[in-house]
């Protein structure tokens, strides 16, 4: 079981970015996913997640979206306008068990049982 996240790189202020998280060893159809980042010196926080359900999603600016691709067995981030303060590494997570089709979106670090290994976003001119 696995989860790999893929994407990052450097990216000049203004432009955009689409990560990728890709399951392995499961379906991450009926997981609840997130995106979350982690900053130096700055605690981890969410960006995005899309519930298991799909009912709902969670961003913190209308800049992040989140989608589903159930063929590929991933999720992406797509994020748009990036500002110098979005450098950061950036993780995708699953949550599973009681969040399994869950109409709502977890939030919290602990609700989420895989995470990948991060890829890390530079926001630079």
């Known amino acids: 079981v696995q989860l790999q996240a893929s994407g990052g790189g450097l990216v000049q202020p203004g432009g955009s970015l689409s990560l990728s998280c890709a399951a392995s060893?499961?379906?991450?159809?009926?997981?609840?996913v997130g995106w979350f980042r982690q900053a130096p010196g700055k605690e981890r926080e969410q960006v995005v997640c899309?519930?298991?359900?799909?009912a709902s999603t969670f961003f913190i600016e209308d800049r992040f979206t989140i989608s589903r691709d159930n063929t590929r067995n991933t999720v992406n981030l797509q994020m748009n306008n990036l500002k110098p303060e979005d450098t950061a590494i950036y993780y995708c997570?699953?949550?599973?068990?009681?969040?399994?089709?869950?109409?709502?979106?977890?939030?919290?670090?602990?609700?989420?049982?895989?995470w990948g290994q991060g890829t890390l976003v530079t926001v630079s001119s």
């Open positions: 997570a699953a949550a599973g068990g009681s969040w399994l089709k869950d109409p709502l979106c977890p939030t919290a670090t602990s609700d989420y049982d895989y």
């Open positions: 060893g499961f379906s991450l159809g009926s997981y609840g």
């Open positions: 899309i519930a298991g359900s799909d």
